[in-house]
Each structure stands twice: as structure tokens, then as C-alpha cells.
């Protein structure tokens, strides 16, 4: 009896041993890797950072690690005081080295629901139901189609009698740029796919406490010249406007305008 004891608390013994021995193994398996390797100590990304993430926010994800020189990339962070008062531009995902070229001025990021305006553009702000934003799918730094529909009064008509109401809709614009989208409330409005594909923070179309979206109108704006700037808002003002999503390979041939006599051409 006693010993089968001593055998099993000798058993017990080895197998705590070889257990604490793999795991300084493990552990040194790092130092060993790099053992005659030229390395440097840098930062890297821990926990994931969303973008705009202050310096302080950084700082409590982020570790110091030995990389080989060899595969450091280029204005790798090796001290966090050189970031200041700067945000992440965009979202850090573990494993990747802190990049100074990630960081920007806090009054220089755009956040998730913005895009620079082209030079020589300017910006206009459109109301829309989701049923005129391509089904709510419009997100920052997509390109649309812009349809103007309008009603005009063709004849006036004889004394006593009501005018003639002509309607006409055109697809005015190819490829516009949206600079911005939100709800109505002012919630960013992008979608987890595009939010991916940009490298931006994820928001979500449909808000995580399910509040994001108020009554289903968006917020759209959109960088134009001038001239095109006004017809806009005139459509917008006296009678409707709709986007379509409408990507770079988008075919514009066939763009005519469509009226009662012409509809079922």
C-alpha cells in the first residue's frame, strides 16, 4: 500500500517538473529565437485600439517587445512621449508594432463617419429616408449616383382650368463622393464591412443599443463644384432626391431622363 503511495506521489512529482520545465521553456523560447539576433526594443499592439484612441488610452494596450532589426517597420514607436496629445488614425489590431505614421492630430482626425474633401469642392448635407440612401448602405468614402426628380408645370392651361404637371427624373451626377454619413441623430452611419475594408472603427449600421437609428433618415454629405452644388439643392428643396451606390466600375452609358412620355419606351 505504501508503495503504491510513494509511486504515485513520485508520479505526481515528475509530472509537476516536466510541466514547469515546459513552461521555461516556452518562455525562453523567445530569448532563444533571437539568441546572436541584432534586435530593438519597440512597442507593439496588444489589445486592439479603436481609431481615436488618445496617447494615454495607447499606452495601456500596448507592450514593449524585442524585434529583430530585420523585421522592424519603418517609424516604429519606441518611446510613447513622442505621441503627445495625437489619436490613432485608424484601428490597431494586436500583434502589429505602434507606427508613428498612425497617429495624427487630435483636430485632424475625421473619425469613422468622415472623409477629406477634394480641393476645389465643397460640402452640402443631405435629409434622406433609407429608401433614397440605397437601403441605409451609403457609408463615408463611397461614390453615387445622383437622381433629381422634379414637377413642373408644362401649360398652364385655359381659364378655369387646372395646369399641366409634367414629372421628370435624371441621373444627373456619376460617381459623387460622399465625405460624410450619419443618422439623423448624429450617430456615424457605416457599416462593419466597410468599416473593415477602410481600416477604420467598426460602427455598426444598426447601433449595438439599438438607439442609433431614429426614424430611418439619414444624413448625407456630399463634396460638389459649385454649379452642381446648386442644382442639388434645388431638387432637394422643391422636389426629391436619391442615391444610388455607385462604384468605380459602375457603367454610365444608357443616362438619359425619364418622363411620362418616355417611360415605357
Same mark, same amino acid.
Given at each position: 500500500m505504501k508503495t503504491r503511495l510513494l509511486g504515485g506521489i513520485a508520479a505526481l512529482l515528475v509530472a509537476i517538473i516536466g510541466t514547469v520545465l515546459l513552461v521555461s521553456y516556452v518562455q525562453n523560447a523567445d530569448k532563444r529565437a533571437l539568441a546572436g539576433t541584432e534586435t530593438e526594443t519597440i512597442y507593439?499592439?496588444?489589445k486592439a485600439i479603436p481609431a481615436?484612441?488618445?496617447a494615454d488610452e495607447i499606452a495601456g494596450a500596448v507592450?514593449?517587445?524585442s524585434v529583430p532589426k530585420v523585421a522592424l517597420a519603418e517609424n516604429n514607436v519606441t518611446d510613447l512621449a513622442i505621441l503627445g496629445s495625437k489619436v490613432a488614425a485608424v484601428a490597431l489590431v494586436p500583434g502589429e508594432q505602434l507606427l508613428s505614421t498612425r497617429m495624427v492630430e487630435e483636430k485632424s482626425f475625421l473619425g469613422p463617419s468622415r472623409v477629406q474633401v477634394p480641393a476645389g469642392l465643397q460640402e452640402i448635407t443631405l435629409k434622406l429616408p433609407i429608401e433614397r440612401v440605397a437601403g441605409g448602405r451609403v457609408t463615408a468614402g463611397d461614390t453615387v449616383g445622383i437622381f433629381l426628380s422634379l414637377d413642373q408645370a408644362a401649360d398652364t392651361g385655359t381659364e378655369g382650368q387646372p395646369a399641366t404637371i409634367s414629372s421628370k427624373t435624371q441621373l444627373s451626377f456619376h460617381k459623387v463622393l460622399v465625405t460624410g454619413a450619419q443618422f439623423s441623430n448624429g450617430t456615424a452611419a457605416q457599416?462593419?464591412?466597410s468599416a473593415t475594408a477602410s481600416g477604420t472603427s467598426q460602427v455598426s449600421s444598426k447601433s449595438d443599443s439599438g438607439k442609433a437609428q431614429t426614424d430611418e433618415t439619414y444624413l448625407i454629405t #456630399?463634396?460638389?463644384?459649385s454649379a452642381d452644388a446648386e442644382? #442639388?439643392?434645388f431638387a432637394a428643396e422643391f422636389g426629391k432626391v436619391y442615391l444610388s451606390k455607385?462604384?468605380?466600375d459602375a457603367v454610365e452609358d444608357g443616362a438619359s431622363y425619364v418622363d411620362s412620355s418616355r417611360l415605357f419606351r
Open positions: 507593439v499592439v496588444q481615436g484612441a488618445a507592450i514593449k517587445k457599416t462593419g464591412d #456630399i463634396a460638389r463644384n442644382r #442639388i439643392v455607385e462604384p468605380s
